[in-house]
């Protein structure tokens, strides 16, 4: 399987980069699976619904995020009911959205995607990303 992990796509000329390169990568390097980080995709803040969009057209089939995630209030609007859009699982109990998800491969293989963030210099209220990950891993049905 040729996956593809792509971070950290800035602003409107890393938005122009992936969106006008990818398409010939996944086609060029027959790529499986592709996983963009969009936190810092509106202007290094955040990211959009619009650009979370162009981004999945461009060919990505997850996008991640961190600590920007909530830059852009319409993150806490379309966060929810975006399979294919992560927040940090290890984010407080009761934080919108998802932090993980199950997903189909073009090769036709399931990949467990899990979004963990760390914590040092960053948000010592998140939950200890090594026992997340061990979380994600037992919960995963693969």
Avoid at 55 to 82: C, I, K, M, S, Y
Avoid at 96 to 125: C, D, K, Q, T, W
Wanted: hydrophobic share 45%.
């Amino acid at each position: 399987m040729r996956l593809f992990f792509l971070g950290d796509m800035v602003g409107k000329t890393g938005r122009t980069a992936v969106w006008e390169q990818l398409p010939g990568l996944i086609s060029d390097f027959k790529l499986d699976f592709v996983i963009v980080n969009g936190e810092n995709a509106a202007g290094g803040f955040g990211i959009t619904e619009e650009i979370f969009r162009e981004t999945l057209a461009a060919g990505a089939d997850v996008v991640t995020t961190g600590n920007h995630v909530w830059d852009q209030r319409d993150a806490l609007v379309f966060a929810p009911r975006e399979e294919r859009f992560l927040r940090p699982s290890n984010f407080p109990k009761g934080t919108p959205g998802r932090g993980s998800g199950v997903y189909i491969a073009r090769n036709g293989a399931r990949v467990l995607v899990a979004n963990i963030m760390g914590r040092v210099f960053m948000h010592p209220e998140l939950d200890d990303p090594f026992q997340a990950g061990e979380r994600e891993l037992a919960a995963c049905p693969l």
